[in-house]
Protein backbone atom coordinates (compact mmCIF):
# COMPACT_ATOMS: atom_id res chain seq x y z
CA UNK A 1 0.00 0.00 0.00
CA UNK A 2 3.04 2.53 1.40
CA UNK A 3 4.88 1.31 -2.19
CA UNK A 4 1.59 2.65 -4.38
CA UNK A 5 1.29 5.84 -2.94
CA UNK A 6 5.26 6.42 -3.03
CA UNK A 7 5.17 5.42 -6.84
CA UNK A 8 1.83 7.82 -7.18
CA UNK A 9 3.65 10.84 -5.78
CA UNK A 10 6.80 10.12 -7.50
CA UNK A 11 5.48 9.41 -11.31
CA UNK A 12 4.47 13.32 -12.32
CA UNK A 13 8.44 13.89 -11.63
CA UNK A 14 9.54 11.15 -13.21
CA UNK A 15 7.63 12.36 -16.17
CA UNK A 16 8.58 15.74 -15.55
CA UNK A 17 12.23 14.91 -15.18
CA UNK A 18 11.88 12.86 -18.65
CA UNK A 19 10.07 15.38 -20.76
CA UNK A 20 13.07 18.46 -19.92
CA UNK A 21 15.34 17.93 -23.37
CA UNK A 22 19.03 17.33 -23.29
CA UNK A 23 20.76 21.34 -22.23
CA UNK A 24 22.63 20.11 -25.36
CA UNK A 25 20.01 19.36 -27.56
CA UNK A 26 18.24 22.49 -26.59
CA UNK A 27 21.09 24.58 -27.47
CA UNK A 28 21.51 22.67 -30.73
CA UNK A 29 17.59 23.62 -31.36
CA UNK A 30 18.63 27.01 -31.02
CA UNK A 31 21.37 27.35 -32.87
CA UNK A 32 23.28 28.12 -30.34
CA UNK A 33 27.27 26.75 -29.81
CA UNK A 34 28.57 24.72 -27.06
CA UNK A 35 28.46 26.37 -23.66
CA UNK A 36 31.61 28.16 -22.65
CA UNK A 37 32.54 28.79 -26.94
CA UNK A 38 34.02 32.36 -27.15
CA UNK A 39 33.20 33.91 -30.60
CA UNK A 40 36.50 36.12 -32.23
CA UNK A 41 35.93 39.40 -34.14
CA UNK A 42 38.91 38.72 -36.18
CA UNK A 43 36.96 35.71 -37.63
CA UNK A 44 33.55 37.30 -38.04
CA UNK A 45 34.95 39.91 -40.07
CA UNK A 46 35.99 37.11 -42.95
CA UNK A 47 32.61 35.33 -42.03
CA UNK A 48 30.41 38.43 -42.49
CA UNK A 49 32.14 39.44 -45.52
CA UNK A 50 31.56 35.81 -47.12
CA UNK A 51 27.57 35.55 -45.80
CA UNK A 52 26.15 38.97 -44.73
CA UNK A 53 28.12 41.89 -46.39
CA UNK A 54 25.98 41.12 -49.47
CA UNK A 55 23.26 42.47 -47.89
CA UNK A 56 24.52 44.38 -44.88
CA UNK A 57 27.35 45.83 -46.16
CA UNK A 58 30.81 45.32 -45.92
CA UNK A 59 31.50 47.42 -42.97
CA UNK A 60 28.33 46.15 -41.68
CA UNK A 61 26.71 50.30 -42.54
CA UNK A 62 23.78 48.41 -44.86
CA UNK A 63 23.18 48.37 -48.61
CA UNK A 64 19.88 48.54 -50.96
CA UNK A 65 19.42 44.54 -50.35
CA UNK A 66 19.54 44.99 -46.03
CA UNK A 67 19.45 47.32 -42.84
CA UNK A 68 23.01 48.55 -41.53
CA UNK A 69 23.69 46.24 -38.05
CA UNK A 70 26.33 48.99 -36.84
CA UNK A 71 23.11 50.84 -35.68
CA UNK A 72 21.14 51.73 -32.59
CA UNK A 73 18.17 49.25 -33.78
CA UNK A 74 20.59 46.29 -32.87
CA UNK A 75 22.50 47.15 -29.80
CA UNK A 76 23.27 44.44 -28.02
CA UNK A 77 19.51 45.71 -25.33
CA UNK A 78 17.05 45.37 -28.12
CA UNK A 79 18.70 42.65 -30.41
CA UNK A 80 20.47 39.83 -28.16
CA UNK A 81 22.83 37.51 -29.69
CA UNK A 82 19.84 35.02 -29.58
CA UNK A 83 18.50 37.43 -32.35
CA UNK A 84 21.31 36.38 -34.44
CA UNK A 85 21.12 33.05 -34.39
CA UNK A 86 17.72 33.01 -34.84
CA UNK A 87 18.39 35.20 -37.92
CA UNK A 88 20.95 33.16 -39.58
CA UNK A 89 18.48 29.57 -38.79
CA UNK A 90 15.26 30.77 -39.58
CA UNK A 91 15.81 34.18 -41.63
CA UNK A 92 13.65 37.39 -40.42
CA UNK A 93 10.23 38.11 -41.45
CA UNK A 94 10.30 42.30 -42.69
CA UNK A 95 9.60 44.12 -39.52
CA UNK A 96 11.51 46.83 -38.82
CA UNK A 97 12.84 48.11 -42.55
CA UNK A 98 11.44 48.28 -45.95
CA UNK A 99 14.41 45.45 -47.52
CA UNK A 100 11.61 42.68 -47.13
CA UNK A 101 12.49 39.57 -45.72
CA UNK A 102 15.70 37.61 -45.02
CA UNK A 103 16.57 34.28 -46.01
CA UNK A 104 17.88 31.94 -43.63
CA UNK A 105 21.78 31.22 -44.55
CA UNK A 106 22.03 27.67 -43.89
CA UNK A 107 25.55 27.90 -44.60
CA UNK A 108 26.59 29.79 -41.28
CA UNK A 109 27.31 27.32 -38.05
CA UNK A 110 26.23 28.23 -34.35
CA UNK A 111 30.04 28.70 -34.42
CA UNK A 112 30.47 31.03 -37.16
CA UNK A 113 27.47 33.17 -36.64
CA UNK A 114 28.98 33.79 -32.52
CA UNK A 115 32.51 34.83 -34.41
CA UNK A 116 30.02 37.40 -36.79
CA UNK A 117 27.90 38.67 -33.34
CA UNK A 118 31.89 39.39 -31.89
CA UNK A 119 32.31 41.41 -34.58
CA UNK A 120 29.43 43.13 -34.89
CA UNK A 121 29.50 43.91 -31.21
CA UNK A 122 33.18 44.94 -31.87
CA UNK A 123 31.93 47.12 -34.39
CA UNK A 124 29.24 48.68 -32.66
CA UNK A 125 31.24 49.37 -29.56
CA UNK A 126 33.72 51.44 -31.82
CA UNK A 127 30.63 52.99 -33.55
CA UNK A 128 29.63 54.02 -29.73
CA UNK A 129 26.38 51.87 -29.98
CA UNK A 130 26.49 49.93 -26.37
C1 LIG B 1 19.92 38.50 -48.96
C2 LIG B 1 20.06 39.58 -47.99
C3 LIG B 1 20.55 39.26 -46.60
C4 LIG B 1 21.63 38.48 -46.21
C5 LIG B 1 22.62 37.72 -47.09
C6 LIG B 1 21.68 38.55 -44.76
N1 LIG B 1 20.66 39.34 -44.29
FE1 LIG B 1 20.26 39.76 -42.35
N2 LIG B 1 18.63 40.83 -42.88
C7 LIG B 1 18.26 41.12 -44.18
C8 LIG B 1 17.12 42.00 -44.18
C9 LIG B 1 16.42 42.56 -45.40
C10 LIG B 1 16.81 42.24 -42.81
C11 LIG B 1 15.75 43.19 -42.22
C12 LIG B 1 14.41 42.59 -41.93
C13 LIG B 1 13.54 43.69 -41.32
O1 LIG B 1 12.93 44.48 -42.04
O2 LIG B 1 13.48 43.73 -40.09
C14 LIG B 1 17.78 41.49 -42.04
C15 LIG B 1 17.81 41.47 -40.66
C16 LIG B 1 18.78 40.87 -39.91
C17 LIG B 1 18.83 40.87 -38.47
C18 LIG B 1 17.79 41.47 -37.51
C19 LIG B 1 16.93 40.36 -36.95
C20 LIG B 1 15.74 40.84 -36.16
O3 LIG B 1 15.37 40.11 -35.21
O4 LIG B 1 15.16 41.90 -36.45
C21 LIG B 1 19.97 40.22 -38.12
C22 LIG B 1 20.46 39.97 -36.69
C23 LIG B 1 20.61 39.78 -39.32
N3 LIG B 1 19.87 40.19 -40.40
C24 LIG B 1 21.81 39.10 -39.37
C25 LIG B 1 22.38 38.59 -40.53
C26 LIG B 1 23.60 37.82 -40.55
C27 LIG B 1 24.43 37.49 -39.31
C28 LIG B 1 23.84 37.48 -41.85
C29 LIG B 1 24.96 36.64 -42.40
C30 LIG B 1 25.16 35.34 -41.81
C31 LIG B 1 22.75 38.04 -42.63
N4 LIG B 1 21.91 38.72 -41.80
C32 LIG B 1 22.63 37.90 -44.01
C33 LIG B 1 18.87 40.64 -45.33
C34 LIG B 1 19.95 39.79 -45.39
Redesign the pocket.
Known sequence: MRLKIYFVLLMPLLIYACEQPDPEQRRIALHLPPVGFKGDAEQGST??KQ??????GQDGLGTQ???P?IHQ??SPSH?ADL??H???KDG????????????P?PD?SPE??QH??AY?RREQRKAGIQ
Open positions: DFYCASCHQGPLTYHAFMAVVRSHHWAFGDMQVVATIIV
